[in-house]
């Protein structure tokens, strides 16, 4: 029969699915015993009615089961204890009052500082933009962000259009995001790990918030949320140049803005402004990105409804690339009706192999060269 510390090590590579670490580690697995072929297991989830426990489940006994001699194995589930909480989140996440009564500067909230802010962190902050709605600027910071993480990358995506949310429904969320001890732990889809404040309200209720408010709740998606560190946080903003913009360009001053039009020439001009607004407030302007460019008929021909040249013709007066051309799908329209991104469900088709393009000029091509010296203070480019 394994010995009790032999399933121990069995259930070392196994990882809880929202927070990325062995249950081990984070000490989850409470009490391991066998006898005559049958092995049990009491684990103590992060919260009693944790989504995820029948993955959890699955996932304890694959672990055990490849121990030789194992018959049987049977599962118990407990919770942790108040005090086993908030000694996981200081391990994960540190104090929340680390830096209680300090007064709010640049890059920081009241409690902790914004991980992003720092120049050593290794996370692109990748700014989806438009000048105006209606564009499909949601469609694409979802469908981009899964391109992303299909490159094996670690994808974060912050729904910031406050009073238009829609990513956890794009994106097909299951589950509000959990809570340990104050901290929230994003739920994530298609490995894509996403805060939005859809999940506080409801989706015909009305966000009326002023600026203050605004700015508040945007620091507490950068601060209280979990990510762990990422490659990619993709922030899809509210359309326009109003203060969500401005407060995410003064959290995060590495980010990097992709403008996102339609192909006819209002709509380039209307888009044209998002790009100034990045240059106000100092943020590069990396690339165009135009949607709803042409619709496919059964005939095979491309029909450009709403005209032609919107994107080029913006890009090359910023003097950016235009990283990609999506047409008009009627999947891609229903995936984000429906939680089925067109990325996830059809990465290979017409819209998917778009996303792929852009996802890959992203990360390669527009790969910054910058490096951070810790000892040194500075930046190299």
């Known amino acids: 029969m394994p010995t009790d510390a032999e399933i121990i090590e069995a259930l070392r590579p196994v990882e809880d699915p929202e927070l990325h670490r062995s249950i081990v580690d984070l000490g989850m697995v409470k009490e391991v015993s066998s006898a005559g072929g049958a092995v049990k297991?009491?684990?103590?989830?992060?919260?009693?009615?944790?989504?995820?426990?029948?993955?959890?489940?699955?996932?304890?006994?694959?672990?055990?089961?490849?121990?030789?001699?194992?018959?049987?194995?049977?599962?118990?589930?407990?919770?942790?204890?108040p005090d086993e909480l908030a000694a996981l989140r200081q391990e994960l996440h540190g104090n929340p009052a680390a830096t209680a009564g300090s007064q709010p500067t640049?890059?920081?909230?009241?409690?902790?500082?914004?991980?992003?802010?720092d120049p050593a962190s290794r996370t692109r902050i990748l700014l989806i933009a438009s000048g105006k709605g209606g564009v499909g600027k949601s469609s694409v910071s979802t469908n981009l962000s899964i391109a992303l993480a299909q490159r094996g990358k670690s994808v974060a995506l912050v729904d910031a259009d406050v009073w238009g949310f829609s990513i956890?429904?794009?994106?097909?969320?299951?589950?509000p995001p959990q809570v340990i001890d104050s901290m929230l732990v994003p739920p994530e889809a298609h490995g894509v790990r996403c805060m939005s404040v859809g999940f506080f309200a409801d989706e015909d209720q009305a966000v009326v918030w002023r600026g203050p408010m605004l700015h508040k709740a945007l620091e507490q998606f950068l601060t209280d949320v979990f990510w762990d560190d990422p490659d990619y946080l993709v922030i899809d903003l509210p359309p326009g140049?109003?203060?969500?913009?401005?407060?995410?360009?003064?959290?995060?001053?590495?980010?990097?803005?992709?403008?996102?039009?339609?192909?006819?020439?209002?709509?380039?001009?209307?888009?044209?402004?998002?790009?100034?607004?990045?240059?106000k407030v100092n943020l590069p302007v990396r690339g165009i990105i135009e949607n709803m460019s042409w619709f496919t008929g059964d005939d095979g021909k491309q029909y450009?409804?709403?005209?032609?040249?919107?994107?080029?013709?913006l890009a090359e007066r910023l003097e950016v690339p235009l990283l990609g051309q999506i047409p008009l799908l009627n999947d891609l329209r229903e995936g984000s009706d429906s939680g089925h991104p067109v990325m996830a469900e059809d990465p290979t088709g017409e819209a998917g192999t778009v996303f792929a393009s852009i996802a890959e000029q992203i990360d390669v091509e527009l790969a910054p060269t910058r490096r951070y010296h810790p000892g040194l203070n500075l930046i190299e480019s």
């Open 106 to 117: 640049h890059g920081h909230s009241e409690g902790r500082e914004i991980p992003f802010a």
């Open 168 to 175: 956890p429904r794009m994106l097909g969320v299951q589950h």
């Open 241 to 279: 140049t109003g203060d969500v913009s401005i407060s995410i360009a003064q959290f995060m001053p590495r980010s990097e803005v992709f403008v996102v039009t339609t192909p006819q020439p209002a709509a380039q001009r209307v888009a044209q402004r998002a790009a100034a607004m990045a240059e």
């Open 41 to 81: 297991v009491l684990i103590a989830l992060t919260t009693p009615g944790c989504p995820l426990k029948n993955e959890i489940n699955t996932r304890v006994r694959a672990g055990v089961s490849v121990l030789p001699d194992v018959d049987s194995v049977e599962i118990e589930f407990t919770a942790m204890s």
């Open 304 to 313: 450009e409804i709403f005209g032609s040249g919107g994107g080029r013709e």
